[in-house]
């Protein structure tokens, strides 16, 4: 079955440093696509990342960029220059793949939850 | 911008009672999933939906039903409010198959006393 697992429950860092959540995926599928959401305190879940899994390249917005090792069926998210806005609950997330003619689902990971200190 | 908006920010119901979720989307997309989150549990599927009058359980479907009857709008019922679903609702749309990102709205936090 496939699997988002997140092991770091919560994580510090100060303000302009950079940092790395991990989250590593289980599938047997050669054709997934790997996200990242942030939830800060009022709820929303924001999109931040998307990586195809046929994608050579790290996937990179602003100061967000994409750490995937496929071998390793890692995907770890990178936050360059932490600002205290970044304070938030991260998801890791996986789009499964799709049988007969319904769309994909996500199936997320349990979320760390980032402080960034002044 | 995708705009996904849920009907209520805060809901207390009783027990027993019938409960309705409203979410709206206003771009179009043909997917609408409802999710419901828990802490430590990440969140989970309960239904989702490709198409205007289309459905298909997810994850957690027990003990609720949904309703597509126009593109725009996907409803979830709590046909017999219990304790158990005090949660966190969230909805989000999706354009396309496969679908890129999921759009979410802001969550209903219900609580069934």
């Known amino acids: 079955a496939q699997k988002i697992t997140q092991t770091q429950p919560g994580m510090f860092v100060q303000e302009k440093e950079a940092v790395t959540l991990d989250c590593t995926y289980d599938?047997?599928?050669?054709?997934?696509?790997l996200f990242w959401y942030k939830q800060p305190s009022s709820g929303e879940m924001i999109f931040l990342i998307y990586?195809?899994?046929?994608?050579?390249q790290n996937a990179t917005e602003g100061r967000y960029s994409l750490n995937f090792q496929k071998a390793r069926k890692s995907a770890n998210l990178v936050i360059s220059a932490s600002q205290l806005g970044d304070s938030a609950m991260y998801f890791c997330a996986m789009r499964e793949r799709a049988y007969g003619g319904a769309t994909n689902k996500l199936i997320f990971g349990t979320g760390t939850l980032l402080a960034v200190q002044p | 911008d995708v705009k996904v908006t849920q009907s209520s920010r805060y809901l207390v119901k009783r027990t027993g009672e019938k409960v309705f979720l409203e979410c709206v989307q206003d771009m179009d997309h043909e997917n609408m999933f409802w999710y419901r989150q828990d802490p430590g549990l990440g969140l989970r599927l309960i239904y989702f939906s490709y198409d205007v009058k289309m459905k298909e359980k997810g994850d957690i479907p027990e003990g609720y039903s949904v309703s597509r009857e126009k593109k725009e709008r996907f409803s979830l019922i709590l046909e017999s409010a219990s304790t158990n679903q005090t949660s966190m609702y969230l909805c989000a749309s999706s354009l396309g198959r496969p679908a890129r990102e999921q759009y979410f709205g802001p969550g209903t936090r219900l609580t069934v006393t």
């Open positions: 990586q195809g899994s046929y994608d050579e």
């Open positions: 599938t047997s599928d050669q054709s997934y696509g």
